[in-house]
């Protein structure tokens, strides 16, 4: 990426303190379901994080260790190819699917490359976001024939962790004193995709970020990273950035803003962003759980009353996410669509 262009540097308030801090960072939480452990224990674990942090991360999940170690080695593989290489599948306005080196977080470059496919391969989206048009486009991934192991690696390990993306969102219903499969008719034609990221070792850390402040606006997140470490998350309990401290063998998790809005905000969908540094480079892999185009996203009717109305006003997702995508691409005179854009004030 050469030197550090402008449009990589991040506006005074939202530059990163590069000083090691040592403080209480998010849960770890055991998900296997040994005779000793209760259900309603594990349940209970879960609600808390998800009440207090919005983030946790998980051990014994199911995926298998080997997997997670050959995603890892795929990610490096593709990004370690020329960019002419890479460019073969980068993504454009029509197919948002492939590689990508110049994503905006909140109108700033993030020092990043990506790769992202989709889950459901093909997946239907609304061609625009206004709401009388209701035309439909059809989204398909775009895959490299190098590294030759590449397509296959991704499927699997997605394969994998979208079982794993279920079980939480049953444990989350169960945490909010749903039956477990109340969240399962959302995801028929889900628009889940995944995400390969690679941040390249930066020249000026304290200028730039490897992704900018955000929030994840799918139901929920999970995230493999390596060891170098870089996501910090705003802790809820004060706002300082808390490092998300790489474990071995464990995902990160983060719930969304649906999982926000149908909660009625019992759960935030939480602001994070990635730090980088000039030494080290470094992967992750994100699965972004995204429900079907036309689910209108709204508090859960059992979870409202008299006392507790509800605070948004229901928005279709696929509308949502069209309108969201478009300033991946450029520079917006004004801020993105949020789902604070729905909240009944
Ligand atoms: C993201 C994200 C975190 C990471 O891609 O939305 O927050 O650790 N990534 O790369
Ligand atoms: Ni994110």
């Known amino acids: 990426m050469g030197e550090v262009d402008q449009a990589f540097i991040q506006s ?57 170690e050959k995603i890892k080695v795929a990610a490096k593989a593709f990004f370690d190819q020329t960019m002419e290489e890479k460019r073969k599948v980068k993504r454009d306005e029509v197919n948002p699917m492939g590689y990508y080196e110049s994503e905006h977080t909140k109108n700033v470059r993030d020092w990043k490359e990506v790769f992202d496919f989709l889950i459901k391969d093909p997946s239907f989206l609304p061609a625009s976001p206004e709401l009388e048009d ?11 024939e190098n590294p030759p192991q590449f397509r296959e690696v991704c499927q699997e390990y997605a394969r994998e962790v979208e079982k794993l993306g279920y079980k939480l969102l049953e444990l989350i219903s169960l945490s909010l004193g749903l039956p477990s499969n109340r969240f399962n008719g959302y995801f028929e034609d889900q628009l889940s995709r995944m995400r390969l990221n690679h941040y390249p ?23 493999a990273q390596d060891d170098v470490g870089g996501l910090q998350v705003k802790r809820k309990s004060d706002g300082v950035w808390a490092p998300v401290k790489p474990t071995s063998n464990a995902l990160v998790i983060n719930v969304g803003d649906i999982v926000q809005v149908w909660s009625n905000e019992a759960y935030e969908s939480v602001e994070h962003r990635v730090v980088v540094n000039s030494e080290r480079e470094r992967f992750s892999i994100p699965i972004f759980i995204f429900p079907s185009h036309y689910v209108m996203v709204k508090p859960l009717e059992e979870l409202v009353n008299e006392g507790n109305p509800p605070k948004y006003k229901p928005y279709n997702f696929g509308k949502f996410n069209v309108a969201r995508n478009r300033s991946n691409y450029k520079k917006l005179e004004v801020q993105n669509i949020q789902i604070s854009d729905f909240k009944i004030i």
């Open 12 to 68: 005074i308030e939202h530059r990163p303190n590069l000083d090691t801090i040592e403080i209480e960072g998010i849960p770890l939480i055991d998900l296997s379901l040994s005779h000793t452990t209760d259900i309603n224990v594990l349940v209970s674990k879960i609600g808390t994080a998800c009440k207090n942090w919005g983030f946790f991360q998980v051990i014994n999940h199911g995926v298998p260790l080997e997997l997670l």
């Open 134 to 144: 209701d035309e439909m486009r059809t989204l398909s991934n775009q895959w490299p």
């Open 201 to 223: 070792p930066c020249p000026c850390p304290e200028l730039a970020l490897g992704v900018g402040r955000h929030k994840d606006a799918g139901a929920l997140t999970i995230v």
